[in-house]
């Protein structure tokens, strides 16, 4: 079993900047799969961004340039450093872990893109 801790959700103006955190329980984490997805109003789940137990991002094309996903082993947590955040950036973001043939999910965190 993993454990994931979301934290950094906030209210933000048009153009603002947040940074999200999710921390992991567990030994191995070096060895997870970790992503942040999002989920609006009325809206399935989505992809925002992942990253390999290597370090390899991979990120939705509605974030790529604005959104950066990171990783500390030290501190078995995952970052998403979200800048230039627009409206319809408006979610919920749910850290995601991917231990082998397993997954986990966190309790998510709310972002609100406003003025």
């Known amino acids: 079993q993993v454990q994931l801790v979301e934290s950094g959700g906030g209210l933000v103006q048009p153009g603002g900047s947040l940074r999200l955190s999710c921390a992991a329980s567990g030994s191995f984490f070096r060895l997870y799969v970790m992503g942040w997805y999002r989920q609006a109003p009325g809206k399935q789940r989505e992809l925002v961004a992942v990253i390999t137990s290597d370090g390899s991002p991979n990120y939705a094309d509605s974030v790529k340039g604005r959104f950066t996903i990171s990783r500390d082993n030290a501190k078995n947590t995952v970052y998403l450093q979200m800048n230039s955040l627009k409206p319809e950036d408006t979610a919920v973001y749910y850290c995601?872990?991917?231990?082998?043939?397993?997954?986990?999910w966190g309790q998510g965190t709310q972002v609100t893109v406003s003025s």
């Open positions: 995601k872990c991917d231990r082998g043939v397993s997954s986990y």
